[in-house]
């Protein structure tokens, strides 16, 4: 796993990893808080994932560990997921909890329990 720290100027931070499975699966995790101040390092880390991964056919955003999710985060994550959708790689998101309930209100986004699951629904049939 390779991470990244936000530097914390205004007491928000964002700490990202990203998995280093060999599939098409991409898994970033997420801890700490995703609002206005540590939004544009996440995008621009899921994006360097990616152009890292260019097989990667499905993105799972792993926020069971995120404290906090401001309303300015969760569109960052909806834009995020109809960006990447657009390039043709699906996108899901594991919650739990109050965050859970968040994400499912809104609607934007699919979400699932577990990492398991989320790789379930998004990994491509085997032939």
């Known amino acids: 796993m390779t991470s990244l720290l936000v530097p914390d100027t205004t007491r928000s931070v964002l700490t990202m990893t990203r998995s280093r499975e060999p599939h098409p699966v991409l898994v970033v995790a997420l801890y700490g808080e995703l609002d206005l101040e540590t ?15 260019p097989m990667t056919t499905a993105l799972i ?7 906090f999710l401001s309303t300015h985060g969760l569109r960052v994550l909806a834009e995020n997921r109809a960006h990447h959708e657009r390039s043709g790689i699906r996108v899901a998101v594991v919650a739990e909890g109050m ?3 968040v994400l499912d209100s809104d609607g934007s986004l699919s979400r699932y329990a577990t990492r398991r699951e989320a790789i379930s629904a998004l990994e491509p049939a085997q032939p």
């Open 99 to 101: 965050l859970a309930r």
């Open 39 to 53: 939004s544009p390092a996440f995008a621009a880390y899921v994006d360097d994932s990616l152009r890292t991964r």
């Open 61 to 67: 955003l792993d926020l069971t560990e995120l404290g």
